[in-house]
C-alpha cells in the first residue's frame, strides 16, 4: 500500500463529494477522476424531444465538469441511458455535434426505464479531473 493511502485515515477520505443531499452528492472526484450523473433540467417536460433533453444534459454536464476541476475533453466515458431506444439516432446527432471540438470518450447506450416518465435521456459522466484541493 503506498504512502498516500495509508495516510488517510479511512478509504471515504480519499473521495471529495461536491453538492447533493442525504441521498446523493452531485458528483465525486478520487484518484484524478470524477464521476457524475445529470438528468435533463426538472421538473422534466415530456413535451420536449429527446435531442432537446439532451441539450439540457450537455449544458449541465460541462457545468458539472467545470465544478470538479475537468472539462468536456477530458471526458473518459459515458453512458447514455435513453427511455427508448428508437431514439438513438436522435441522441446521436446531438452528442457528435456536442463532442465534434474535443476527442470524444468510449461511451455505451442503454435503453432504461428511468426514474420519471417524462424523462427522455440521462447521462453518467467519468472524466479525468484536477485533484480535488486544486479543483476550480
Known amino acids: 500500500m ?11 477520505d480519499l473521495v ?16 484524478g477522476a470524477g464521476f457524475f ?10 413535451n420536449l424531444t429527446t435531442a432537446e433533453q439532451a441539450q439540457q444534459l450537455f ?8 465544478e470538479i476541476g475537468s472539462d468536456k475533453g477530458a471526458m473518459m466515458f459515458a453512458t447514455i441511458l435513453l427511455r427508448d431506444i428508437s431514439d ?5 446527432a ?5 463532442v465534434a471540438d474535443v ?10 426505464r428511468l426514474a420519471s416518465p417524462a424523462m427522455k435521456v440521462e447521462l453518467i459522466i467519468v472524466a ?3 485533484p480535488a484541493d486544486t479543483a476550480g
Do not use: H, I
Open 16 to 31: 471529495t463529494r461536491f453538492g447533493g443531499s442525504a441521498r446523493a452528492a452531485l458528483a465525486t472526484v478520487a484518484g
Open 94 to 98: 446531438v452528442w457528435d455535434a456536442w
Open 128 to 130: 479525468a479531473c484536477a
Open 59 to 66: 449544458a449541465k454536464a460541462e457545468a458539472r465538469l467545470r
Open 88 to 92: 438513438v439516432a436522435e441522441f446521436n
Open 37 to 46: 450523473a445529470v438528468t435533463p433540467q426538472a421538473p422534466y417536460d415530456d
Open 103 to 112: 476527442a470524444p470518450p468510449a461511451r455505451a447506450c442503454f435503453e432504461a
Open 2 to 12: 503506498s504512502a498516500d493511502l495509508t495516510a488517510a485515515t479511512s478509504p471515504a
